[in-house]
């Protein structure tokens, strides 16, 4: 009887410093447990996904405009249609950067592409005449077809680019972040902001 007691004794003791060394290995800097900076941040600003379907929102309005201007004109309503045409070309320059816009960044590569070659386009577009035009109507395609490449691939930059700017969006934020605080001084309390960052 004793024999079984000691045996007893002796395998409590073995299972209790088991249990020790295994509280110690999981309490190692190598064995710890994911914190929340090793996962996915889930309190990020700006979504990639919503950058991407605003610029492809603002990508598809002016041609929406565009259409529905050639729809208006159909039925013969041509005071309609021409200031849908003005809409879709100020649309076209300025809302395939709506992805970027929300993301905090208003002016993009892409938007002056778009800008520059729309005013490329014009100004081919004003060199063509249709009477005694002489040698002017020589001077339209070069800028028209110009103007065109641009426009198009600033539509394609900023549909391309968006997600990238969500991340940079959300980077800016973090660098910089305000949170309240509350300072006492002389038995008074004052609350007030504090500015964290990293640069």
């Given at each position: 009887m004793k024999t079984i007691t000691t045996l007893a004794a002796a395998a409590a003791l073995l299972?209790?410093?088991?249990?020790?060394?295994s509280a110690d290995e999981?309490?190692?800097?190598?064995?710890?447990?994911?914190?929340?900076?090793?996962?996915v941040n889930t309190d990020d600003r700006y979504s990639e996904d919503t950058a991407t379907a605003l610029a492809i929102a603002g990508t598809a309005l002016p041609l929406a405009l565009f259409a529905?201007?050639?729809?208006?004109?159909?039925?013969?309503?041509?005071?309609?249609?021409?200031?849908?045409?003005?809409?879709?070309?100020?649309?076209?320059?300025?809302?395939?950067?709506?992805?970027?816009?929300?993301a905090g960044?208003?002016?993009?590569?892409?938007?002056?592409?778009?800008?520059?070659?729309?005013?490329?386009?014009?100004y081919g577009v004003s060199q063509i005449c249709l009477y005694d035009c002489g040698d002017r109507s020589n001077n339209a395609g070069g800028p028209m077809l110009?103007?065109?490449?641009?426009?198009?691939?600033?539509?394609?930059?900023?549909?391309a680019t968006a997600d990238a700017a969500a991340r940079d969006?959300?980077?800016?934020?973090?660098?910089?972040?305000?949170?309240p605080t509350v300072t006492r001084s002389g038995g008074a309390t004052t609350g007030g902001l504090a500015v964290s960052g990293a640069f």
């Open positions: 299972v209790a410093s088991t249990g020790l060394a999981l309490s190692s800097p190598g064995l710890t447990a994911p914190t929340r900076s090793d996962a529905g201007a050639g729809i208006v004109d159909e039925l013969d309503a041509s005071d309609a249609a021409g200031p849908m045409v003005v809409a879709g070309l100020g649309a076209l320059v300025l809302t395939p950067s709506a992805g970027h816009w929300y960044k208003v002016v993009t590569p892409g938007l002056v592409a778009r800008a520059a070659g729309l005013g490329a386009f014009a110009l103007g065109a490449a641009a426009v198009l691939g600033g539509v394609i930059y900023d549909l969006g959300n980077a800016r934020a973090r660098r910089l972040q305000l949170a």
